[in-house]
Nanobody, 124 residues
Framework: QVQLVESGGGLVQAGGSLRLFCAAS????????MGWFRQAPGKEREFVTT????????RYADAVKGRFTISRDNAKNTVYLQMNNLKPEDTAVYYC?????????????????WGQGTQVTVSS
């Protein structure tokens, strides 16, 4: 059974940075595309970024392009989300997701396993 555990969330001031971690277990991580999504209070879950397996292709939502960077370490079964120049509108619960495929995807329907989420709060 695949399990995903996120960490690294917290409270940061606008303009600051955070790095999120997602540790995967129970699957063949290097063969799975990964994604990050987020959900703000009262809003639907939205796509943030995705990375192919074993890596090399990334896609970003327009709202985070140039500020966020997704990466992965297949030896550590971990995917990262580096978030720079954070804005109050980035406040949300951030979810890591795993896809049983090597190609990237923007739709949450394309992902098979989800983590429990980690809260990111950006103060103005």
């Amino acid at each position: 059974q695949v399990q995903l555990v996120e960490s690294g969330g917290g409270l940061v001031q606008a303009g600051g940075s955070l790095r999120l971690f997602c540790a995967a277990s129970g699957g063949t991580f290097s063969r799975n595309a990964m994604g990050w999504f987020r959900q703000a209070p009262g809003k639907e879950r939205e796509f943030v970024t995705t990375i192919s397996a074993p890596g090399g292709i990334t896609r970003y939502a327009d709202a985070v392009k140039g500020r966020f960077t997704i990466s992965r370490d297949n030896a550590k079964n971990t995917v990262y989300l580096q978030m720079n120049n954070l804005k109050p509108e980035d406040t949300a619960v951030y979810y890591c997701a795993l896809r049983i495929a090597t190609t990237t995807a923007r739709s949450s329907d394309e992902y098979d396993y989800w983590g429990q989420g980690t809260q990111v709060t950006v103060s103005s």
